[in-house]
């Protein structure tokens, strides 16, 4: 308790901010989650004001603040870390209050431990309740089926994952930089390079295969590609599939010309059902940058002057 | 040389919060010319009262002047006449020596960089180091000598001494010295370190516990007291001997002349006495 | 000139690392606008009639029913792809406003007094005022002509994202030229306000997003209440039955119905007033009430769009723009009461 304490006074005004930003908007995506079936329930009567033509939580009556509340989580779970993170070894160059701790400590890597352990475990919770009310929101928004890849990256473990590295990372900016602002400005830098490339990681080394009616059934797929197939499912080119269904079209007007002379598209990705497998292999990965990360502010402490 | 004072409060009072009165009731002139010495322990009210000067801080009851002119009225007007040097002076860590001097030039229009830098190239302080990278007692020159350039009359210095080494703390004193004698100026240096600003002040103000305890010069401070080994009836006040004894302030002739440090130890201790027996 | 540029050196190595860190942002994002731009100009240079044929530029302007040729989809696919990301791109030019603010505004004079050299400053200057408008003059100026070039840029891929002039059209408002460089000095002057108000950079950095953020959210809706007060109704054919040219650069406020008393009334309304269970309309915008009474001709009412007329984006600019620096300006005399009355530390 000692070290929560000490830890939230020494950066008060982060930890505050963190705690409004993460229950706030776990708060609203409770209210969403809980208002959900009401929403659609209305949006399916004949007296429907609204247009619901899209039985999801955006083509219902709680669209605005649902595209709030997944636009505030998205940003908020890299901004929250960055804050969370940036200052803790920043401030203690800036201000010398390193020069005081790290003799006291005798040892600046059990001082590191100490001071960034409560932080982590801070950011964990923080993150972590977030991270929950926006499973919770994905879950109420797919209430016919499996989630699978719904939301991915935006919720769950898959969000604390990429926060808790975000902000290990942040922790090891302000230690190389050495000066607040600067390593608040090169940590955002960071956090959005971070988030586009994050989302090209997937799948993680798993194969794509042609998504199947059963793939779509068993929880929203990860997309990898797509492809065109000719009726005899031979694959072919978009121009080519333009060309045989401009030709049927034609051939049949005004009639529509049936599914067996019509080209097609096809998708390929991993399944909804295969989930837990990328889900786990992105948790390897990302644990392991996390380990690199927490060693690179390792080493910058213990190397550092102090000033 | 004018006889107004070129400080002065009355009744100033400053209270922070509800109950924590740093000053209670100062009555003071400082006149023109010379060092005055502000001495007294930690949270004595020493800075308190050097920054309702420069108008940091506004009294709570009762008013101050610097050259007759109240700076919370007229804060351009008072500022006209002071150079101050901050406590714990905190430079700009991303600009120079040089840089410094120059924002202060463009401060204040008045500023003399020429006078500030050779101040600084005889303690041999390069222009071009960042600030960052000078030593406690380098940091100290800069802040001196960008009060000096300011050739304001009036010096204000808030324990500039605190954080340097005794030649560092004998160099900045020797500089101080310099200046005020060689332009006339008047300055007003708080310190809790007695023996250091013997040499240098010509007059001694005791604070303590929000109070004026002592105001004289450090000559007639020397010469009227002196010190008793055994209970005096013209004693000021008892305190403890480095050696364990009791040994007591007297206003007038006893055992032997009193040091320095002993009147200001004294007048401290009375100062306490008369707080606990009120 | 030789004090002038002391000033600025001193000014810039004051607040060195965010000024370099924020200029390299800019200067990518500029480039990548006009990098955008000039792709999206080529696709029409390549081929304009494929872009005509998809109604790209002259929008709804009812393009032949046949399409665009199917040699044309691959070059629309590219097309639609580059627009999209160029329009996520646009969404810097609102955010380069609010960044700004906070990073370069809010550190202003919080640091001065977290870092005590506030009273170092303050005792050398004989104006606390003085040294504030010296102090925020530089960054100021720098920070808006970052964003004057950030208001060019997005102005310039505006244009090339909706392939039209929009000298008089509300797309992107808000998000290019003039309210560009005004919101960011409202931003600014806000973010500075904070800071001196609380005093140590990080929570004022924090505390600005808050605080620039509610203003303008509060802003931007009474901007909305303001157009809606402002806004007419607009049908889209004559009572001749010939289309009304359909203005692409409007503010559409609302869309729903004229009444045949002239009175407007969205859909919304008339279900809830129970005017209306089902809709029904035929090909020159009248509605009915019901298959009966569209037999019988009986109209409902006319669709219709309440907007404000492109012609007007020019007015709605100035307006906007000036309400930002007003509010930039009561911050600025905000901060200045607080430096002369706080203390340094």
Not at chain 3, 59 to 75: M, R
Request: aromatic share 8%.
């Amino acid at each position: 308790m000692t070290s929560a304490r000490l830890a939230f006074r020494l950066q008060r005004a982060s930890v505050g901010f963190a705690a409004v930003v993460c229950l706030g908007l776990t708060a609203l995506a409770a209210w969403l989650t809980l208002s959900l079936p009401s929403a659609l329930e209305e949006c399916a009567s004949p007296t429907a004001l609204h247009d619901c033509g899209v039985v999801s939580l955006f083509g219902s009556p709680l669209g605005d603040p649902a595209s709030l509340s997944s636009l505030g989580i998205g940003v908020a779970m890299y901004a929250v870390p960055l804050v969370l993170g940036v200052p803790v070894l920043a401030t203690e160059i800036e201000r010398r209050t390193a020069m005081i701790a790290w003799p006291l400590a005798g040892s600046r890597l059990r001082w590191l431990v100490w001071r960034a352990g409560s932080v982590l475990v801070i950011g964990l919770v923080l993150v972590g309740v977030m991270a929950v009310g926006a499973e919770a929101l994905t879950r109420a928004n797919h209430a016919q089926g499996d989630m699978g890849f719904a939301s991915h990256g935006a919720r769950g473990i898959s969000m604390v994952l990429r926060s808790m590295l975000v902000l290990v990372m942040a922790m090891a900016i302000g230690a190389m930089v050495g000066r607040l602002l600067p390593s608040l400005l090169i940590g955002i830098v960071f956090a959005v390079g971070f988030s586009m490339a994050v989302d090209l990681l997937p799948p993680y080394g798993v194969e794509s295969t042609e998504l199947t009616a059963g793939d779509t059934a068993g929880g929203y797929p990860f997309t990898t590609g797509s492809g065109y197939r000719a009726p005899d499912g031979r694959p072919i080119s978009e121009d080519e599939t333009n060309a045989i269904n401009q030709a049927a079209f034609a051939e049949y007007s005004p009639e529509f010309p049936p599914d067996s002379v019509l080209a097609y598209s096809v998708s390929y990705g991993i399944a909804g059902s295969r989930y837990i497998e990328v889900l786990a292999r992105e948790a390897a990965v990302l644990s392991g940058a996390t380990v690199v990360a927490s060693g690179l502010a390792a080493i910058v402490v213990s190397r550092r002057r102090p000033e | 040389m004018s006889d107004d004072p070129v400080l002065t409060t009355r009744a100033l009072a400053k209270r922070y919060g509800r109950r924590t009165w740093a000053l209670t009731g100062i009555d003071l002139d400082i006149p023109q010319g010379g060092i005055t010495a502000l001495v007294g322990p930690n949270a004595a009210g020493k800075s308190t009262l050097i920054k309702t000067w420069v108008g940091f801080e506004r009294p709570t009851r009762g008013g101050v002047t610097v050259a007759g002119i109240d700076p919370w009225r007229d804060r351009a007007g008072a500022l006209g006449h002071l150079g101050y040097v901050p406590q714990s002076p905190a430079l700009y860590d991303g600009l120079s020596v040089a840089d410094h001097l120059d924002l202060a030039r463009q401060l204040r229009p008045s500023f003399d960089r020429e006078y500030a830098r050779a101040r600084l190239a005889q303690l041999d302080i390069p222009a071009d180091r960042g600030a960052r990278s000078l030593s406690g007692g380098q940091q100290a020159q800069v802040a001196l000598a960008m009060a000096l350039g300011t050739r304001a009359p009036i010096l204000l210095l808030d324990e500039p001494l605190a954080s340097l080494d005794p030649l560092a703390r004998r160099e900045f004193l020797h500089v101080l010295t310099d200046a005020v004698r060689g332009d006339g100026a008047t300055a007003l240096l708080s310190s809790h370190i007695v023996t250091d600003v013997e040499q240098a002040c010509d007059r001694l103000i005791v604070l303590g516990v929000g109070r004026v305890l002592l105001h004289e010069t450090v000559a007639s401070a020397l010469g009227a007291h002196s010190i008793s080994t055994t209970e005096h009836p013209d004693a000021v006040a008892s305190f403890g001997a480095p050696d364990g004894s009791r040994i007591y302030l007297v206003r007038g002739t006893a055992d032997r002349p009193a040091s320095l440090d002993e009147v200001v130890l004294g007048y401290l201790a009375s100062g306490r006495s008369a707080v606990a027996a009120a | 000139m030789s004090s002038l540029l002391t000033w600025a050196r001193i000014a810039f190595r004051q607040q060195r690392w965010e000024l370099i860190l924020v200029s390299v942002g800019v200067t990518g994002v500029a480039a990548g606008m006009l990098w955008f731009a000039s792709t999206l100009d080529a696709f029409r240079a390549v081929s304009p009639e494929c872009l005509a044929g998809a109604g790209i530029g002259s929008g709804f302007a009812f393009p032949d029913d046949t399409g665009p040729p199917v040699e044309c989809q691959s070059l629309l696919e590219d097309f639609y792809s580059t627009q999209s990301m160029a329009t996520n791109l646009m969404s810097m030019a609102w955010a380069a406003p609010f960044g700004l603010g906070v990073i370069l505004g809010a550190p202003i004079v919080a640091r001065e007094i977290d870092g005590g050299t506030a009273q170092l400053a303050w005792s050398l200057s004989r104006s606390r005022v003085s040294w504030l408008l010296r102090r925020i003059a530089f960054v100021a100026l720098f920070a808006l002509a970052l964003l004057a070039v950030v208001a060019v840029a997005s102005e310039l891929l505006a244009a090339a994202i909706q392939q039209r002039d929009l000298d008089e059209d509300f797309a992107f408002f808000g998000q290019r030229g003039l309210p560009v460089v005004a919101r960011g000095a409202g931003a600014m002057m806000i973010g500075t306000l904070v800071g001196a108000f609380v005093g140590r950079v990080l929570p004022a950095i924090l505390a600005s997003v808050l605080v620039i953020g509610l203003v303008f959210v509060g802003l931007s809706l009474a901007h909305d209440r303001w157009n809606e007060s402002e806004a007419r109704m607009q049908r889209f054919w004559d009572e001749a039955g010939n289309p009304v040219p359909f203005d692409m650069g409007a503010l559409d406020v609302d869309y729903g119905l004229q009444t045949p008393d002239g009175e407007f009334l969205s859909y919304g309304e008339a279900y809830e007033r129970g005017l209306l269970t089902e809709t029904f309309q035929d090909d020159q915008g009248r509605v009915y009430a019901s298959a009966a009474d569209l037999q019988a001709g009986k109209v409902f009412g006319h669709d219709v769009r309440v907007s404000i007329p492109g012609e007007r984006y020019p007015e709605l600019l100035i307006r906007d723009s000036a309400v930002a620096v007003l509010v930039g300006g009561a911050a600025l005399g905000g901060t200045a009461a607080v430096v002369r009355r706080r203390r340094p530390r």
